[in-house]
């Protein structure tokens, strides 16, 4: 089994920081693409943040310059550090990956459970 445990959710003042960590666990070959994304009120799962393996990060517009994806491969983590939030960063986070589990199966795309989010203006 493979598992994505977030952390670091939490309440926060408009103009504050957050910074969102998930471990991937269990049996993994190795871990193609990483991200974020989330979820409001009434509206549908949006990408925030993603950052492959090797090569770029990608950004949704609304967090360009506030919101930093990073991993680390060794451990199999990501965190998303965000600065600056606003209200409309309120939301539950999802942890996303691309996991290979052996050399011989193909990538499964796993969720984790969420964490909330909540910034008070």
């Known amino acids: 089994q493979v598992q994505l445990v977030e952390s670091g959710g939490g309440l926060v003042q408009a103009g504050g920081s957050l910074k969102l960590s998930c471990a991937a666990s269990?049996?993994?070959?190795?871990?193609?693409?990483m991200g974020w994304y989330r979820q409001a009120p009434g509206k549908q799962r949006e990408l925030v943040a993603t950052i492959p393996s090797i090569g770029r990060t990608n950004y949704a517009d609304s967090v360009k310059g506030r919101f930093t994806i990073s991993r680390d491969n060794a451990k199999n983590t990501v965190s998303l550090q965000m600065n600056s939030l606003k209200p409309e960063d309120t939301g539950v986070y999802y942890c996303?990956?691309?996991?290979?589990?052996?050399?011989?199966?193909?990538?499964?795309?796993?969720w984790g459970q969420g964490t909330q989010v909540t910034v008070a203006s």
């Open positions: 996303n990956a691309d996991i290979k589990r052996t050399y011989y199966t193909s990538s499964y795309n796993y």
């Open positions: 269990g049996s993994i070959f190795s871990i193609n693409v």
